[in-house]
């Protein structure tokens, strides 16, 4: 993996480097550099799968594949998750044709500059999501009040990651066949602003059939 690392998030216009992943959805490795001069390519770097809102983007970026294939675009979800975990997990929960990796040392995330931010700063934050949460909560109350709704089975592994991914930044990003980034989308994880949003997948669309021309 590479180990190079932004102190800002990647914008369009930036080259991005070559990260190599252990791949969740097939045996073997994934590299960015496989799609350099071949295909564009979304990437998605989330959290790990113990994280409720990635999973659902995880599941928005499956639904959204098949029309980015059609215009050429591959996909690939990267998530926190240890490999093992992550088949295991994606066994029960398919995600059929969407390409998708493990990167439990945030390798990708450093590299595409997605800082983490401090547990006081994670605290501070109230998510208020009306008919889902009983309450406003910290995203941390907020995950395992989802989870628990969700069914979805706390393992040893995704508590490793919990501990340390909770200020975990996150983000999306279009890249042409050259390796520049063409779109991007970052979480901003601040008290007082809106979190956990997802990208809107019109504009992800028009831009992706630029990109792939």
Not at 152 to 159: G, H, I, K, N, S
Not at 183 to 195: A, H, I, N
Request: proline letters at 8%; glycine letters at 6%; a negative charge.
């Amino acid at each position: 993996m590479s180990t190079r690392y932004v102190d800002h998030p990647l914008q369009p216009g930036d080259r991005v480097p070559n990260v190599e992943f252990d791949a969740i959805s097939r045996e073997g490795k994934i590299a960015l550099d496989d799609f350099r001069g071949h295909s564009p390519l979304l990437i998605g770097l989330f959290r790990g799968l113990h994280c409720p809102f990635c999973r659902r983007h995880v599941a928005a970026m499956a639904y959204l594949n098949p029309m980015l294939r059609e215009k050429g675009v591959q996909s690939l979800a990267v998530v926190n998750t240890p490999v093992e975990r992550a088949r295991l997990y994606f066994r029960y929960h398919p995600i059929p044709d969407l390409l998708a990796a493990s990167d439990p040392v945030k390798a990708s995330h450093q590299a595409f500059g997605l800082r983490e931010v401090g547990i006081d700063t994670v605290l501070a934050i109230r998510i208020d999501l009306p008919g889902e949460l009983p309450e406003p909560m910290n995203p941390i109350a907020m995950d395992e009040f989802i989870n628990k709704k969700e069914g979805y089975q706390v393992t040893e592994a995704d508590q490793q990651m919990m501990t340390a991914d909770h200020g975990q930044l996150v983000g999306q990003f279009l890249i042409d066949r050259e390796g520049i980034v063409r779109w991007s989308f970052t979480e901003v994880l601040e008290p007082g602003l809106q979190t956990y949003k997802a990208p809107n997948s019109q504009e992800l669309i028009s831009v992706a059939s630029q990109v792939a021309l």
